[in-house]
């Protein structure tokens, strides 16, 4: 099957009203945070955050499939001295819109500027929010496994009784953790702690993420020919990442330099997979022509 990509230019507000209800298998995106970068793309104040994005996350709730999950990145700014607040209120009225606040990740930069400030040390994580618009959502977690590594070794030498027994007696949950049947495995589940560098190959935007963080959702969350959404594409590092993954993908920027660059790419994608199978039914056609 064909894989996809369409942009939008424009405000999302507005250009996602075009977008059909229930269409939308996963969202990852990072917004403009509160009270940066107003020279590039206009920074929003952190008392009108929250007015400013209901109007979207209204949108967004509504193209998402039931079975959809949207992840939005997004840190708070040291205010006159202390944290805002504007994420947390998000929440909340998120919550009152109707989405589910399933789970916070953790994105640790692994190599975060250095610097001193007479209060605090330097800020060295983003949040990365799960939301969903149902409690049975697609979640592919053997996508996501990772190297057991020597943790087996070091905790087998220190089993105790109740790590060889399944242990499920203490709270009542029915899930127990019977440690001894991970050690003969050599893969386990995930942290919801990412660890990625800050840096990215995509030198064309000053907010870009790096490829790996929508790589690691939409593994997560899609499987191949699904539909990914970023709705403050900016790069386009979203996009780029789901068509490689063979996801469909839609993106939208209000910036007209941003919209032209992933247009461009867009172009240079189709280009290059029009010359590959080209290239590819030409030695298929030659081969065949030896064989008669
Ligand atoms: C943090 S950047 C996203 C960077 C992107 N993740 C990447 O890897 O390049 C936020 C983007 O949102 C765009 N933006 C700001 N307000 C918008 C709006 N109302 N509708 C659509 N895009 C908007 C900005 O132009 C900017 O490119």
Redesign the pocket.
């Known amino acids: 099957m064909e894989i996809k990509t369409n942009i939008y230019l ?4 507005e ?1 996602l009203k075009k977008l059909s209800d229930n269409s939308i298998d996963l969202i990852v ?5 509160a009270d940066q ?1 107003k020279n ?3 920074g ?1 104040r952190h008392e009108k955050y929250v007015e ?1 994005f209901l109007p ?1 996350s209204e949108q967004l709730i509504r193209v998402l499939k039931p079975s959809g999950t949207f992840i939005l ?1 997004i840190k708070e700014k040291v205010v006159k001295g202390e944290r805002s607040t504007y994420v947390m209120e998000l929440i909340i009225a998120m919550r009152k819109q109707g989405w589910i606040w399933t789970e916070e990740f953790i994105w640790h930069k692994k190599n975060s500027y250095p610097g001193k400030w007479p209060n605090r040390f330097r800020d060295s994580w983003e949040r990365l929010l799960q939301f969903n618009k149902s409690k049975r959502f697609n979640m592919y977690q053997d996508e996501v496994m990772v190297p057991m590594g020597d943790w087996a070794k070091t905790r087998l030498k220190k089993l105790s009784d109740t790590d060889k027994i399944r242990d499920n007696s203490k709270v009542g949950s029915g899930f127990g953790k019977n440690i001894s049947n991970w050690l003969k495995r050599d893969k386990a589940y995930p942290t919801n702690v990412l660890y990625l560098a800050t840096e ?1 190959n ?1 030198k ?6 790096p490829e790996e963080l ?1 790589e690691w959702f939409i593994k997560l969350f899609t499987k191949e020919n699904d539909v990914v959404l ?9 996009l780029s990442v789901a068509s490689k993954m063979k996801r469909n993908s839609v993106g ?4 007209p330099e ?1 919209y032209k660059m992933v247009k461009k790419q867009i172009k240079e994608t189709e280009l290059y997979l029009c010359e590959t199978k080209a290239k590819y039914e030409k030695t298929k056609n030659k081969r065949r022509s030896k064989i008669r």
Do not use: L, Q
């Open positions: 424009g405000d999302s507000k250009e995106t990072s917004p403009p945070y970068r590039t793309y206009g929003i400013w979207i990145n990215c995509n064309n935007h000053s907010a870009a993420f929508p970023d709705p403050f594409m900016g790069s386009g590092t979203t939208i920027d209000i910036v941003y």
